[in-house]
């Protein structure tokens, strides 16, 4: 049974990553629905939370449906992410999670997310300083090093839990690789195994079908894995995976409509959230994801990008139910085609690729 402070997982939990402009209620909303165990809120700056800027106190917004949930910062100073540490306590989430694993240039230069891989007596002292700053249990996310020549994880995860933190998820690659090749879980695994480490270890990077999170409980031993742009547009992945381990064998795909009734709900709950206008703007990057493989959608996605009211996007959605409803969307590798993902690898926000 994985368990983090007082809070209890189950045997092997499926965490959906913090991802930047992804990981907003209503998203986490949809996939709690369909069967994340953890959930995180997008990265939030701790020098945002102190300045009080309105984008990082939105970010703090949590949801009694949605627990266990974790709110994620990310800093490069100890006063800041300690003060940062007591503003997130009293939103009253289950733990809060230390970003150091983003590698976007603008956060990396001020020492923040995978730049304080550099540093590893200063990621100690910060996340001691944030360990002491609240009372919630505190995890951290990170990777495997700074680049090939500096895969110093097992270390950093040895230090790390000597000061205290609860649980680490490791994503299976450097910074200097970016989101490039595929993830190393061998290092995630030597971790997993080092006597001395007793906190539990989540796995991150690549995992998109039921088969490659068996494949990772079963040869590399961790104890859960963190999922992100696979449950981009598709949340199902969590109780796919739980079906497949217990079974051994795959639910159906959802239908058109299935995916319609889900997207619709994600609507309605960004919709309540932001508003019926940056509600209804925001929530037309997901479109494609949702309906991705129906074929000659092209007229149906540019109706919902132009739509202004949510009785109109869901008028199309509907149309778009009745009119593939006997259309079987086939099983691909979300990995390989992502509207939310950008063709280059110097994102502007982190964490997207989870």
Not at 56 to 82: C, H, T
Request: with cysteine.
């Amino acid at each position: 049974m994985v368990k983090i402070g007082n809070i209890i997982l189950g045997d092997f939990p499926l965490l959906l990553a913090p991802m930047e402009d992804v990981s907003d209620p209503p998203f986490r909303a949809v996939c709690k629905d369909q069967g994340a165990d953890l959930m995180y809120t997008e990265f939030i700056s701790s020098e945002g939370l102190i300045r009080d800027a309105i984008k990082s106190r939105q970010k703090l917004d949590i949801f009694d449906y949605e627990r266990p949930v974790g709110i994620q910062i990310f800093g490069g100073d100890e006063e800041p992410m300690a003060m940062a540490a007591q503003i997130v306590e009293a939103t009253n989430p289950d733990l809060l999670d230390i970003n150091y694993g983003c590698p976007v240039k603008k956060v990396v230069c001020k020492g923040a997310g995978s730049g304080i891989l550099k540093d590893i007596p200063k990621m100690v002292k910060l996340t001691s300083a944030v360990v002491k700053a609240t009372r919630l249990p505190v995890t951290v996310k990170t990777r495997l090093g700074w680049d090939d020549n500096t895969k110093n994880i097992e270390e950093v995860a040895e230090r790390l839990q000597d000061v205290g933190i609860q649980a680490l998820t490791i994503h299976g690659r450097t910074r200097t690789q970016m989101y490039k090749g595929s993830a190393d879980w061998s290092l995630i695994a030597k971790v997993k195994n080092n006597p001395r480490i007793h906190i539990p270890i989540f796995g991150n990077g690549d995992i998109c079908t039921p088969e490659q999170a068996v494949a990772a409980r079963q040869k590399y031993g961790v104890d859960g894995i963190m999922i992100g742009r696979a449950a981009i547009g598709y949340p199902w992945i969590f109780n796919e995976i739980k079906h497949f381990m217990k079974t051994g064998e795959h639910l159906p795909l959802p239908t058109v409509f299935e995916r319609v009734e889900v997207c619709k709900k994600h609507l309605r709950h960004s919709v309540a959230w932001k508003g019926d206008v940056v509600g209804i703007l925001e929530m037309r990057r997901h479109y494609t994801n949702y309906l991705k493989g129906l074929p000659h959608i092209k007229d149906f996605r540019q109706q919902l990008v132009t739509c202004n009211t949510l009785a109109a996007v869901e008028d199309v959605l509907d149309k778009v139910a009745i009119h593939y409803k006997d259309h079987v969307i086939e099983r691909t590798s979300p990995l390989a085609d992502n509207n939310l993902l950008p063709a280059n690898n110097e994102v502007v926000d982190c964490n997207v690729y989870g």
